[in-house]
């Protein structure tokens, strides 16, 4: 179970390193100024969510893993399935992309809350959970505009 907690939290930072640089790449591909501008602030909340994981102390938090909670998140691929921006085809198909893995997010973090006893990260966890619904929202909206 360690193990996997500690290839969670690495995977998660490498996502929102990831998302990070997407979105910027996003925004450079739009031609909508209202779209750029949310595709920039979907890239800084992902620095910041990325920064926020760093502050995570693997060594404090492996010791307090709540097994029968735990078990939903045992499925942790070693390999991220992170593909490049040029993959897709139209910015529909990014945003849709974007968007299930924001859902993915979502879940993890708020599965992980669960997870650990430790106020601290749970906080920070239910907070990075909540934030990813946001950015659900934004990207479900974006998408009936399109």
Do not use: C
Request: charged share 40%; glycine share 2%.
């Amino acid at each position: 179970m360690q193990e996997v907690l500690k290839l969670i939290l690495e995977n998660s930072i490498k996502e929102e390193n990831y998302f990070y640089h997407f979105y910027l790449e996003l925004s450079e591909k739009a031609d909508n100024q209202e779209l750029k501008k949310e595709l920039k602030k979907l890239a800084e909340y992902e620095k910041i969510h990325e920064e926020k994981l760093k502050t995570l102390d693997f060594n404090k938090l492996r010791g307090k893993i709540i097994p029968e909670n735990f078990e939903n998140l045992k499925d942790v691929k070693e390999e991220l399935n992170i593909p490049p921006i040029e993959q897709f085809k139209d910015m529909k198909a990014l945003i849709e992309f974007a968007l299930k893995q924001e859902i993915q997010a979502k879940m993890l973090y708020a599965d992980l809350a669960k997870s650990i006893d430790d106020p601290e990260a749970k906080g920070l966890l239910e907070l990075l959970s909540s934030e990813e619904e946001l950015h659900e929202n934004i990207l479900k909206e974006r998408l009936t505009k399109l």
